[in-house]
């Protein structure tokens, strides 16, 4: 006869209707006090308390990134399924609706802006923090308001099914937190929404940026910031030589931006098969000897993080999924929630690497530490410090217990893998990662002949 375990679980909540209201062990993240100062700052605290307190109704948006793929009724379910025995509220689909739209945009919009910034203990590059600057497209519900607001993408593929909206980001390279973010209509671009994020920018920053980033008004910005740029542009740029300095790199401006420019030949071997293709990157950081031209090269690379940040934000959160909200308004508040959640992920699995003296932060799994950010939502676990405070958490330890292999060089190229249409899918997709050797060539003067850009 098998014997029997009885566990006892005691849980630490607010009181009364407040009890819903958490986020698990990122509570710890994004405490009371801090949605309570948000919903002060922006006006939105309740005048009575109801079943759904404005500080609840910020959770339920919150977890409700953690859970993208349930309706906002079955998200709460979630948040009161470890409250036994608590007098809780079931609100209907009308009433979260109903009170989401009594909070609105302003205190998520808040929270983003406490939450954003590079985690403590971010890896710096000589000294500066290194940050990429890129966007993405995401899918909203084809509603009459959305599609008002955003339109669909159009071209030869016979356009998208969905409205699309534009997301622009700066992240800092290595623990991938967000440092600052815009979005909106697809129809405007990423140059025209860069500029308002340099205001985040600053002495101390080094930026990296792709080819569609090398517009003069752009660069003359980021540099007013007192922040560098390493940004790549095209080959056949024509660039004023000023002088030729002893790394094959050269002077130049860029606009009133003293720059430096550095050509380079990137061979990839792969199973014996090797492929080429020439870089053009242009810089504020003048000194050779400092910078070497080689290793502002390698450097580069660290740009394609921010790929990743996209990456864990539409398919590992979201799912691929369409937004939920069928409003301009609602998807506003929407992608707020969704980043101030990704943003709190981030810091507590910066938090654990940072406690392993040497463990790079890349090696952290987003995956793991957003399954266990939904368990302890699940069963309301840590959500108040307990008189012993565990830095690491339970979303650390899982994350420590469950690293990433050390990154090796490979490659994956870079195309589309689901497509718009089917019917216009781009050829055959190699979906393998591929281990590679790479070679960097520093080209001078007398190695520039013509090269198209890749």
Known sequence: MSGQCVIHRAIRVAAGRFAPGHLGELTQIIPFEMVDAVLASTRRVETRVRDLPSRVVVYLLLAGALFAELGYRQVWARMVAGLDGLPVAFPGSSGLAKARARVGVAPLKALFDLLAGP?????????????????????????????????????????????????????????????????????????????????????????????????????????????????????????????????????????????????????????????????????????PRRFPAHDLIELYHQRWEIETTYLHLKATMLGGRVLRARTPHGITQEVYALLAAYQALRLAMADATASQPGLPAHRASFTVALNAARDQVIHAAAVIAATTIDLVGKIGHAVLADLLPPRRDRRCPHVVKRAISKHRAKGETDRHNHKTTIHIKILGKEDLTPSPDP
């Open 119 to 287: 985690a403590a203990g971010a890896a710096r590059w000589r000294g500066m923090l290194v940050c990429a600057i890129d966007g993405t497209s995401m899918f909203v519900p084809d509603s009459a308001a959305n599609l008002a607001a955003y339109g669909r993408q159009t071209g030869s593929h016979g356009g998208s099914g969905y409205p699309m909206m534009r997301l622009l980001a700066v992240v800092a390279c290595g623990t991938r937190t967000l440092i600052d973010v815009a979005f909106g209509p697809y129809r405007i671009g990423e140059t025209s929404y860069a500029p308002t994020l340099t205001g985040r920018l600053s002495r101390g920053v080094l930026l990296l940026a792709d080819r569609n980033f090398a517009v003069i008004d752009l660069a003359e910005q980021i540099h007013a910031t007192g922040a560098n740029l390493l940004i790549r542009c095209k080959n056949g740029r024509r660039l004023p030589d000023r002088q030729r300095l002893a790394d094959g790199s050269w002077l130049s401006m860029f606009g009133t931006v003293p720059i430096r420019v550095i050509d380079a030949d990137i061979i990839v071997t792969v199973a014996g098969h090797r492929t080429h293709a020439r870089y053009r990157l242009v810089t504020s950081l003048l000194d």
